[in-house]
């Protein structure tokens, strides 16, 4: 049996590059400890009941946390969150400092973020070595109005309001 998704593995790879994404930051608290990591992959997937996913490698040092636990915190970061984006994409105390607190059903809480939510987590599927996590919002908070941290093309930007009218 031969792979035919190779040839396309580069196309796939700039294809995504290409393609702004909203940063956020996951949170855990598993077994007394918090974990947390970067993701551009949160999506909405509900109004009613409010729900959202999450996607992320099963190799993950954080998947344990993730696999193992009730609840999970979403961070929607602003253009002023670069360098917490930054922290929870790199080895190391994530969590070192007073950039955050343990917040409803024990789940760290960043703060000065755009907005946090809480949930239960109602599934995981597992696909190879990946994971879809669906998520149920049970608590939450919008931050102030700022502008939203993107990632694209290797980088962080920032949205560009087009001159356009109705």
Known sequence: MTDNSAPFERTFREMFRRHAAGVAIITVNYQDEPYGFTA?????????????????????????????????????????????????????????????????????VLKDVAGWLIGEVQMRLSFENNAVVVVQVVDGQVGGEGTPLLYHSGGYGQPVPLDYEI
């Open 40 to 108: 551009t992959s949160v999506a909405s997937l509900s109004a009613q009941p409010p729900r959202f996913t999450f996607n992320m490698a099963r190799s993950s040092r954080s998947w344990p946390a993730v696999a193992n636990t009730t609840h999970i915190g979403v961070h929607m970061l602003g253009l002023e969150n670069q360098q917490l984006a930054a922290r929870f994409s790199a080895a190391g105390n994530r969590f070192e400092g007073d950039h955050w607190a343990t917040g409803p059903h024990g789940v760290p």
